[in-house]
C-alpha cells in the first residue's frame, strides 16, 4: 500500500511543479523559507479551512448542581478534555514523537526519509508497524474529517484513499509547519488523536486506561497510550486485543531507545510490566445517562436541554446550539438544588408512588430571578421499556415543564390570578362587589348548554360560594361566578393577555387559537380550562411573588467557557408586567385560600386553611380543580419560593383523579416548600394601597 501511494504522488508531481516545488520544501529544514515555496506555504495557510487555522475547543460540557461540584451529567460527541502541553508528562510527549514521526523536529510537514523507513519496516513485519504519515499530516486529516463546516463529501474526501487527498494534506501540513511551533503542533496532535475506547485526545486516554491525568503517565503507560494511534480500536487492550496492545508498547519503547530518550535496560524493563490497567469511569453523556441514584434529575437536566436549544444567542440555528454544547467544554452550574429536589421527589412519591399511572408532577420557582430549584415526577427517566405497553413508570417525555408536543394540564381556579390581576389592572378595586348566583348566565357562546347556548357555570358549593363577594372571599373560596362575571366585565381577552404576560404558554393547537383569534369570546378561560405546566403555572405565581417582576424561567446560575470567560445566558431575564400595588393586592387575596388574612380583614374562608398552620409564616396560593376533576391543582408562593403541582393521569384525560386528592397534592406541594425555606428568614408581604384595595384613597 504504501509503495502504491508513492507510485501515485511521483505521477501527481509530474503533472505539478508547483507540488513539486511543496515536497521539496518538506524535506529541506524547517528553518528554510525563502522565496516561492515560503510565500506558497504561507499563502495556503490562509486558504486552509477556519478549524485547521484555529482549531474548535471540541471538549466534554458538563452540567452542574447548584453547589458548582455534583456532577449531574455531561454532554459531548467525543470523550474530550484539552489540556496544555505543559500538563502532558513529557515521557508521553517523546513517546508520541518516536511511535508516529521520530524526525518531527527534523522535518517541515512531510518526511519522505519517513515514508521510505515505514515502507521498509512495514513489508518487513507484515503488519503496519509505522504510518507514512508526519504528525502533522495525520492532525490535518483529523482536523479536516470532523470539521461541521464543511460538507459530508468534504469530510469524507479528508480521508477517502487517493492521491488527491494526499497533496491536500501535504499542502496543508507545510502550511501549517510554517505558522505554528512544533510545540504548537505537536499540542493540538495529542488533543485531537483518537487512542480507542472512546477517549480522544491525551487526557481523556490517560483518565480511560489509568484514572490519571496525562501530566501523571509513566513510561510503561505512555508507551502503550502511544502505540494504539495507528489502530486504536483494534488494538487497544480494553476492547481490542491486549496481546496486541503490549506488542505495540514493545515497538514505542524500541523507538525510544532508538532515539535515546531512554536506554535499552530501561525499555527491557518497562516492557516485562504488566498492563496495569486502571479504566476510569467515563463521563455520563446527555440526560438519559444520569446516575441512577439520582434518576429524577434527568427531567431537570431535559428542561435545561430544552432551554439551551432555545436560546438563539448560543447559535444561529438549533443544530448549531447542540453541537456547540456537546463541544464547547462548558462548565455549567445549574440552578437545580438537590436538597429542594430530593424532597419535592419524596413528596410527589407521597401522593402516588412509581408504577401509578397517575402523577404528581412538581415545580419549585425562584421569585426574581426565574431559576429552577426542582422538577420532581414519580417517574423514571429512563429509556428502559415498561411492562405491559405502558407509558410508565419509564419514561424521558418531559411532563413537568412541557415541550415536544406535550402541552401540560388544565390548572383549574388557578387562572383566576390572571382575571383578578387583569381587573386591577383596569381599574377595578378589590372591593368590587358582586351577589354571586349559581349558574351564572353569560354573553359568552356556548352552542349545546342548557342555557340557551350561553355559557352558565356554576359554583362547585354554592351553599358555601354563593352571594355578595369582594375579590377576597371571591377567591379564598373560590367562587366560579364571581371569577366569570368579573371576566366579562373586564373582557376575557384582557384575561388571555395578563396569562401570557406572566409566562403562560398556550401550547396545544386549539388553545394557541382561541387565545391569538377568539380570547375576547374564551368565557372559561379564568376557570383553568386552558392547558399548562407546573413549571409555568409556578412562575406566574412567582411573578406575583416578585411584587410584579415577571422572570423567565431559568435552569442555569452561571455558563463558564474554556479560559473562564462567562457568558451571559445565565443571567435572570427580568421585566415589570404589572405594577407593584396590584401585584401586593393580588397577593393580599391570595392568602385568603390558604387560611391567613389580608391586611385589610377582609378573608372570611379558604379552599386549603390548613396549608397557613403547616408553612407557620406568610404564604399565599390558590387550589384548581378542573372541569370534572380530571386534574387537581395547588399552587403557593412566599417572597422567596413558589411551588407547583398537578395530580393527573399524563395518558387518559378521562381519568378522574377526583376531588379527594386535593389534600394530598396541597400538602405535597407545602411540605416541599417547608424544606425549600428551611433556613431562611421569614418574610412577610407588603399591604397594598387602600386605593386598590378599598377604592378610596
Known amino acids: 500500500m504504501i509503495g502504491y501511494w508513492i507510485f501515485k504522488i511521483a505521477t501527481a508531481f509530474a503533472q505539478a511543479m508547483l507540488v513539486g516545488l511543496i515536497l521539496a520544501c518538506a524535506v529541506l529544514p524547517a528553518a528554510w523559507g525563502a522565496g516561492v515555496v515560503a510565500k506558497t506555504a504561507i499563502d495556503s495557510y490562509e486558504k486552509m479551512p477556519q478549524d485547521l487555522r484555529t482549531p474548535p475547543p471540541a471538549q466534554t460540557s ?85 470539521d461541521v463546516s464543511l460538507t459530508d463529501e468534504q469530510r469524507r474526501l479528508a480521508t477517502v484513499e487517493s492521491a488527491e487527498r494526499k497533496l491536500q494534506e501535504i499542502r496543508y501540513a507545510i502550511a501549517i509547519e510554517r505558522k505554528l511551533s512544533k510545540q504548537e503542533i505537536l499540542n493540538r496532535y495529542l488533543n485531537i488523536a483518537y487512542f480507542g475506547a472512546g477517549a480522544y485526545g491525551i487526557e481523556a486516554a490517560s483518565q480511560t486506561y489509568f484514572s490519571k491525568p496525562a501530566k501523571k503517565l509513566t ?3 505512555a508507551a502503550l497510550i502511544a502505540g494504539l494511534v495507528q489502530s486504536p480500536e483494534a488494538d487497544n487492550p480494553i476492547d481490542g486485543k491486549p496481546g ?46 444520569v446516575t441512577a441514584e439520582h434518576n429524577d434529575w434527568g427531567f431537570f437536566c431535559d428542561y435545561f436541554h430544552q432551554w439551551w436549544n432555545s436560546q438563539q444567542s448560543l447559535g444561529a440555528s438549533t443544530a448549531l446550539r447542540e453541537r456547540n454544547l456537546k463541544r464547547g467544554g462548558y462548565r455549567i452550574v445549574t440552578s437545580l438544588d438537590p436538597s429542594v429536589q430530593a424532597s419535592a421527589l419524596r413528596e410527589s412519591l407521597a401522593v402516588y408512588p412509581y ?6 408532577p412538581l415545580a419549585v420557582v425562584q421569585p426574581g430571578t426565574g431559576r429552577v430549584l426542582a422538577l420532581a415526577i414519580n417517574r423514571y427517566y429512563s429509556l428502559a421499556p415498561n411492562p405491559d405497553n405502558a407509558n410508565y413508570p419509564n419514561t424521558v417525555n418531559q411532563l413537568v415543564a412541557g415541550g415536544d408536543n406535550l402541552a401540560g394540564y388544565q390548572a383549574g381556579s388557578t387562572f383566576k390570578m390572571f382575571t383578578m390581576l387583569a381587573a386591577l389592572e383596569s381599574g377595578r378595586s378589590m372591593s368590587t362587589l358582586f351577589n354571586a348566583p349559581s349558574p351564572l348566565v353569560t354573553h359568552y357562546l356556548s352552542p349545546g348548554s342548557a342555557c340557551g347556548g ?11 360560594m354563593n352571594g355578595p363577594r369582594l375579590m377576597w372571599d371571591g377567591f379564598g373560596r373560590s367562587v366560579n361566578t364571581y371569577f366569570v ?25 386549539l388553545d394557541a387559537e382561541l387565545a391569538l383569534e377568539h380570547a375576547d369570546g374564551w368565557g372559561p378561560f379564568t376557570l383553568g380550562v386552558s392547558q399548562t405546566t407546573p413549571l409555568d403555572l409556578a412562575n406566574a405565581y412567582a411573578t ?10 431559568l435552569p442555569v446560575l452561571s455558563i463558564t467557557a474554556p479560559g473562564g470567560r462567562t457568558l451571559p445566558q445565565a443571567s435572570p431575564s427580568c421585566q415589570r408586567v404589572v405594577s407593584e400595588d396590584i401585584a401586593r393586592a393580588a397577593t393580599d387575596a391570595a392568602r385568603c385560600p390558604l387560611g391567613q388574612q389580608s391586611f385589610y380583614g377582609k378573608c372570611n374562608g379558604g379552599t386549603a386553611e390548613n396549608i397557613s398552620a403547616v408553612l407557620g409564616r406568610p404564604v399565599a396560593g390558590k387550589t384548581g380543580t378542573s372541569d370534572g376533576a380530571s386534574t387537581e391543582s395547588f399552587v403557593a408562593f412566599t417572597p422567596q419560593i413558589a411551588a407547583a403541582a398537578t395530580a393527573v ?49
Open 62 to 146: 458538563y452540567l452542574l448542581a447548584n453547589d458548582g461540584k455534583t456532577v449531574i451529567t455531561a454532554f459531548y460527541e467525543e470523550y474530550r478534555t484539552d489540556v496544555k502541553l505543559r500538563d502532558v508528562s513529557p515521557i508521553m510527549q517523546k513517546a508520541i514523537v518516536a511511535s508516529e514521526d521520530s524526525r518531527f523536529y527534523d522535518h517541515g510537514g512531510v518526511d519522505l526519509k519517513g515514508i521510505l523507513r515505514a515502507l521498509v519496516a512495514n513489508r518487513g513485519s507484515g503488519r503496519v508497524q509505522q504510518g507514512a504519515s508526519t504528525l502533522t499530516m495525520q492532525y490535518v486529516r483529523n482536523v479536516l474529517k470532523t
Open 219 to 221: 513510561l510503561n503507560e
Open 244 to 289: 496486541i496492545a503490549l506488542e505495540r508498547r514493545s515497538y514505542v519503547l524500541d523507538a525510544l531507545a532508538k532515539m535515546k530518550v531512554i536506554t535499552a535496560a530501561q525499555a527491557a524493563r518497562a516492557k516485562s510490566q504488566p498492563l496495569n490497567l486502571s479504566r476510569g469511569q467515563r463521563p455520563p453523556n446527555k440526560c438519559v445517562a
Open 355 to 360: 408504577g401509578n399511572a397517575r402523577a404528581l
Open 454 to 464: 350561553l355559557y352558565c357555570p356554576p359554583n362547585a358549593n354554592p351553599s358555601w
Open 485 to 509: 362575571w368579573l371576566e366579562e366585565q373586564i373582557g376575557a381577552d384582557k384575561a388571555v393577555a395578563m396569562a401570557k404576560k406572566l409566562g403562560i404558554q398556550f401550547r396545544s393547537e
Open 544 to 553: 406575583v411573588a416578585a411584587e410584579g417582576v415577571y422572570c423567565s424561567p
Open 649 to 697: 393521569n399524563p395518558d387518559n384525560p378521562t381519568d378522574l383523579v377526583g376531588e379527594g386528592v386535593s389534600p394530598a397534592v396541597n400538602l405535597a406541594v407545602a411540605k416541599t416548600m417547608v424544606d425549600a425555606l428551611r433556613g431562611q428568614p421569614v418574610r412577610d408581604f407588603q399591604a397594598p394601597s387602600a386605593a386598590i384595595a378599598l377604592g378610596s384613597a
